[in-house]
């Protein structure tokens, strides 16, 4: 796992590597800005004139060493040093001074009133205003000069941050006060914000460059939050022995259906099936019959005696791993079968969809979860288990409370979907995209899950590997169609290519 730190912490990292490695300041700044230099050089044109803005403090700094960085490699670039205190940190002083030196670059010290450049679309801003360090929202000439970028029609690339942004909670922030970068280039962790739907339109497109922070300071400090990374695959899928054989591969139970939603139990068998489960059986009310038994026919059938939905628990005792819910309704028989599986489980079990939703009409049931039992809500169904959230930010922090206080994995569905373990753990997953925002995605996913649980994966473990496998699938249903037309049924067709990429890289 990648760490991501909160940003108060960052600073400390920084101090950790100038003591220890050693380096000096001023290195570590240049290290950041050639790392910066060295993927801006990659993808913008040296016909584009450059427009940096800097701040006093050591974004600034970094800014005005890649002014000078972009000048030696042929960029046209004007520099403007935004100064009304007329004090700058040790590092930007400087580069300053560097800068002056080096006088190849036209270069303004802003120390009161300021005519910005008339900006157009065939300029690029690069913003060196603020860095992860602000704890509170820009005012004043610096949030005109925000205002003035944001309205331009110039494309933006961000140092480590977009200026005005903070790193993880923005509740309180000023959302005109905040550059709307095009790209941001951030050194060496991704900042909590970056993952939160809320900041899309400050963070655009970001890519994390290193830049050699120490890597005793980094495995010594301690954060909640990690991002998912294919080095995680190591060893980590079971291998299959010659002699194998499907009573080896975990008995898995999908309760799922309804009148007009037997497409969910479709999908979440397939998925299941297509993850490696050696045997499956999917408890559906009467009318899905025909239907499972002619497009699922490896999955074996638990009838219900209602005829669209279904309403009696089956005998539970010789299955590894449960999952309930897709596509099943919240009728009150519905209500009564839930409640007894989750008195009654013993073997991990799997919430989604319709059980999520009985759960949130019924929140009396929710103390009887059992330990370690996996809900995977999208963004609505958790806040009607658990409260209306103002943000993304909110969200995270009550589910991993939650998490902790029910014992249980909380798999919270987005752009970067997050598992919060009950240990308190919050673990970001990097694959997927748009194309999977499609009927029948989650369905899908509960099916991996489910099979990975039934072969014996621990639960968080299942929900970790189950949520990058399918977000990996859906990649490569996009890049073989595209994200307008993948549908559910794509993402499982791609998860044996998923599972093989898994085992191959690792």
Request: hydrophobic share 40%.
């Amino acid at each position: 796992m990648n760490k991501i730190f909160e940003t108060f912490k960052v600073k400390e990292l920084d101090q950790y590597t100038i003591k220890h490695e050693p380096v000096a300041s001023t290195d570590l700044v240049e290290r950041a800005a050639r790392a910066f230099t060295q993927e801006f050089c990659r993808h913008f044109s040296k016909q584009n004139r450059v427009v940096i803005f800097s701040g006093q403090g050591n974004n600034g700094a970094d800014a005005l060493a890649i002014a000078c960085l972009l000048s030696d490699e042929g960029y046209r670039i004007e520099t403007y040093l935004l100064n009304p205190v007329q004090h700058l940190s040790p590092e930007c002083e400087i580069n300053k001074q560097r800068l002056l030196d080096d006088g190849k670059v036209r270069f303004v010290e802003v120390t009161d009133d300021f005519t910005p450049p008339t900006l157009n679309e065939r300029d690029i801003v690069i913003d060196g205003l603020f860095g992860s360090g602000l704890n509170r929202p820009l005012s004043g000439g610096f949030a005109a000069v925000v205002d003035y970028i944001n309205k331009s029609n110039a494309v933006v690339v961000s140092i480590d941050i977009p200026s005005g942004l903070f790193g993880e909670d923005n509740r309180l922030n000023i959302p005109d006060s905040i550059i709307r970068a095009d790209y941001t280039y951030t050194f060496e962790f991704p900042k909590l914000a970056f993952l939160l739907p809320e900041n899309e339109t400050f963070v655009g497109k970001w890519k994390v460059l290193p830049i050699g922070i120490h890597p005793d300071i980094i495995e010594q400090t301690k954060t909640y939050y990690k991002l998912i990374t294919d080095a995680d695959f190591t060893g980590l899928l079971k291998p299959r022995n010659k002699f194998a054989h499907k009573g080896m591969f975990g008995h898995a139970l999908l309760i799922a259906g309804s009148k007009g939603k037997m497409g969910a139990a479709v999908l979440g068998a397939k998925a299941c099936l297509h993850s490696g489960v050696g045997l499956l059986t999917v408890h559906i009310p009467l009318r899905g019959e025909t239907a499972l038994q002619t497009t699922v026919p490896e999955a074996m059938l638990s009838l219900d005696g209602n005829n669209d939905f279904v309403s009696v628990l089956p005998d539970i005792a010789t299955y590894n791993a449960i999952a309930i819910g897709p596509g099943m309704a919240t009728q009150t028989s519905s209500v009564f079968l839930l409640k007894e599986l989750l008195k009654t489980a013993r073997k991990p079990l799997l919430l989604d969809a319709d059980a999520l939703n009985i759960l949130a009409l019924n929140p009396e049931l929710i103390p009887l979860l059992p330990p370690s039992s996996i809900l995977t809500p999208h963004p609505k169904e958790f806040d009607r288990l658990f409260g209306a959230c103002e943000c993304g930010y909110e969200r995270i922090q009550k589910a991993r409370i939650k998490a902790m206080e029910l014992t249980v994995c909380i798999v919270l569905k987005g752009a970067y979907t997050a598992i919060c373990t009950p240990e308190g753990n919050v673990y970001f997953n990097p694959t997927g995209n748009p194309g999977m925002a499609t009927a029948g995605s989650g369905d899908v996913l509960t099916g991996v899950i489910l099979g990975l649980l039934a072969q014996g994966y621990a639960p968080e473990t299942a929900a970790v590997a189950g949520v990058y496998l399918h977000g990996l699938a859906g990649d490569l249903a996009t890049a073989s169609l595209s994200e307008e037309s993948v549908i559910a049924g794509d993402i499982i067709q791609m998860l044996g290519k998923a599972f093989r990429l898994q085992r191959d890289d690792n």
